[in-house]
Structures are given as C-alpha cells and as structure tokens.
C-alpha cells in the first residue's frame, strides 16, 4: 500500500473534488502472456507509473550508470515513454523482466518465468534506481539530493528501548527503509484492543494502529530493572511516500476482511511513528493513493488517479474505473 503527499490547493487536497481539466496519458495495461507469470512486476510497475512525485522526479533524470542489456535504469525509463506516448492500449513489460532477470541471476530472484513479490521487487527496483543514479554505493547513507529513492521514499529511522521505570535506554539503532512491513496478524489484534477503550474512530486512529501493531515483542529492560518494554521507532527526515507491507502470516489466511476493515485513506507522520524529528514531517498528511493485492497466486492493483481523482483497477493487459 502507497500513501502519496498530495500538495493542498486552497483550502482542499486533490484527493476528492472534481476532475482537472489536464491531459493525460490514458491509462494503459500491461500483458502478462501464459507462462510469464510477469504480475506481480506489473503491479510494481503500475504504482512507480502512477506515483505523480516519482513520474515526474524520474522524468528529470538524464544521465546514469548504464548497465546496457541489464540495465533497470534504461528499461523503466522505455516503458515509461510508452507508457506516456504508445497508442496501445497494452504494453509489454519483457524489457525490464529480462533486465530484473540477469541482474538479480546471482540470487535467483525475479527470473524469467517464475513467480516471484511484488512487494520486494518494487523494494528492489528502487535501489537499483539508487545504485545507477547515485555516486555513493551504499544503500544506507545515501544524501544525493537527485536520488529519488531515498529522497522521496526512505523512511531514515532508529529504533531504541527508554525505561519510563529506571531511565534505561539501549542502543540506538540506525537504519533505512523503503517499505514498512508489517504482520496482519499484529494489525488486527491491535485494531481489536484500540477499539475496546475507544467510543468511535478518530482520524488519529490508523497511524497509532499502525504504530503499536508494529512495535515488536516486549523485551527487557536495558539495565534488567524488570521492566518489559517494546521497541519504539524514530523518524529522523520527512519522506513523501509511505510504502506499507503487509505480511500475510499464511497463503489461506482468514483474516483478509478484517484488515481491509483497519484501513484509513489518511496517514499522519506524526502518528505513525513514536517520536517525529522534523517539523515538516510532524505537519505531513499523507492520502492512500495506491493499493497491491494478492488473491489466488496473482497479483493485481488499485490505484487513485490524482488528475482525474477516479480510483482504477489494473489486472495485467485489463484496466477498468472502479
């Protein structure tokens, strides 16, 4: 799931209201022929198109480390011209499966044929833009400014342990994300507990849900003064897309209504994570824009058209309005 930062105009967001007068490139889908089993790149694929801040932050790109017939770089920016200037109405996507397939080889990920996450390879195709766009390799420490991966995306974090008992704290540990996961399993049982000391919903609701089902096992104290504490997160920059994974605890899990019921189209910074350190991150709003799904070993995807603001449903080669 992607939550985009929508800029406000006047006294509304784009999220509702009527369609804007702008053209646009019709939506288009994207064949998956018998055999490819290419959906789930598809549905990857689909979302970096609709992003509005990634389409037009990577249209601005124009040089980078190529890696000719393995090049990610090469092959998004191909499919995203004819995603903008095709008359077909389906495109194939075979040029970035094969550039996903030689250089993922070594680990024996996304190759030719094979079903593999759409999750992780939208995950993968990022760094992959970070590794051909950006002078510094390592994905951890990245501050180039045009490297729209952890410009846009990136959720720069620590995670530590405060005793409110003793004072304790552990050691902070500093690392980045591009996808927040989380268990299903957590996200309901906590959604039960929040709704228990609680009359109704209230619009903080979904980013404290996201946040307590996301804080771990108790764990205990730093200083073992016998006090059980869960690890609490700190968002250190103000990213404008959020990407949430949901982890399925199993392929037949009966828990599917449940956590379509825990959803909220809007997400707030400030409630997501424990402590928020930048103001403009603090102030941030962020509005469901675009949605995976994963029924019967396939993947499809919804996604909220900001020009038109009409949600549209991509099934490979099939696209409709919902």
């Known amino acids: 799931l992607s939550w985009e930062f929508i800029k406000r105009t006047g006294s509304k967001h784009k999220y509702g209201g009527k369609p804007l007068c702008t053209s646009i490139a019709p939506s288009k889908g994207l064949s998956n022929e018998p055999g490819q089993n290419s959906c789930f790149l598809n549905s990857a694929l689909q979302v970096l198109w609709h992003l509005d801040i990634f389409r037009r932050s990577f249209r601005q790109l124009t040089t980078h480390k190529c890696m000719e ?33 030689k250089t993922f080889q070594d680990e024996q990920r996304f190759q030719l044929g094979i079903m593999d996450d759409a999750a992780e390879c939208f995950e993968n195709i990022l760094m992959r833009i970070h590794f051909h766009i950006s002078d510094e390799t390592k994905e951890d420490i990245c501050t180039a400014r045009h490297c729209i991966p ?59 849900l996201l946040r307590n089902a996301s804080m771990g096992d108790l764990r205990n104290c730093p200083s073992q003064c016998g006090q059980q504490l869960r690890m609490a997160r700190v968002l250190l920059n103000s990213p404008e897309i959020i990407t949430i994974g949901l982890v399925w605890d199993s392929e037949n899990s009966d828990l599917a209504e449940d956590v379509i019921h825990t959803l909220g189209t809007c997400l707030r910074l400030g409630d997501l994570f424990y402590r928020v350190t930048e103001e403009k991150a603090r102030q941030s709003e962020l509005y469901l824009v675009g949605m995976v799904c994963y029924y019967g070993k396939h993947y499809s995807t919804f996604f909220f058209q900001t020009k038109i603001r009409r949600w549209m449903y991509f099934d490979d080669a099939h696209v409709k309005e919902v």
């Open 69 to 101: 017939d393995s090049c990610i770089f090469c092959a998004l920016k191909s499919i995203f011209a004819q995603f903008q200037y095709s008359s077909e109405r389906v495109l194939p996507s075979d040029a970035l499966r094969s550039a996903l397939a």
């Open 150 to 208: 952890h410009q846009k995306f990136a959720m720069t974090l620590f995670e530590q342990c405060v005793c409110s008992s003793c004072g304790a704290s552990s050691d902070p540990l500093p690392f980045i994300q591009m996808v927040h996961y989380i268990s299903t399993t957590s996200l309901c049982n906590q959604a039960v507990k929040m709704l228990e000391t609680r009359e109704k919903a209230t619009p903080s609701m979904f980013g404290e």
